[in-house]
């Protein structure tokens, strides 16, 4: 099996930041791409960032300027560098990876249970 395991979430003023941290561990044979989505009360679960394993990226347009994501390769681990957030940043943060856990095998999706990020004004 594979475990997505998430840490760094919190309680922070608007303009401050957070680091998120994502690890993978369990049968891995590679893992494609790596990606941060939320999802907040009433709406629904969007992507905030992804990166591939040769470190292509992309962001949502709200994000972009104030969050940088980067990847571990060699630990498995994924990161959200949070800066000037915002109220409308809250939102539960969820990672998602593309796991190849054999040679040959194709690539399955697993997520982390999740991590609450508040924003206060």
């Known amino acids: 099996q594979v475990q997505l395991v998430e840490s760094g979430g919190g309680l922070v003023q608007a303009g401050g930041s957070l680091r998120l941290s994502c690890a993978a561990s369990?049968?891995?044979?590679?893992?494609?791409?790596m990606g941060w989505y939320r999802q907040a009360p009433g709406k629904q679960r969007e992507l905030v960032a992804g990166?591939?394993?040769?470190?292509?990226?992309n962001y949502a347009d709200s994000v972009k300027g104030r969050f940088t994501i980067s990847r571990d390769n060699v630990k498995n681990t994924v990161y959200l560098q949070m800066n000037s957030l915002k109220p409308e940043d809250t939102a539960v943060y969820y990672c998602?990876?593309?796991?190849?856990?054999?040679?040959?095998?194709?690539?399955?999706?697993?997520w982390g249970q999740g991590t609450q990020v508040t924003v206060s004004s």
């Open positions: 990166i591939t394993s040769s470190g292509t990226i």
């Open positions: 998602k990876a593309e796991v190849v856990r054999r040679h040959w095998g194709r690539a399955e999706n697993y």
């Open positions: 369990g049968t891995i044979f590679s893992i494609h791409t």
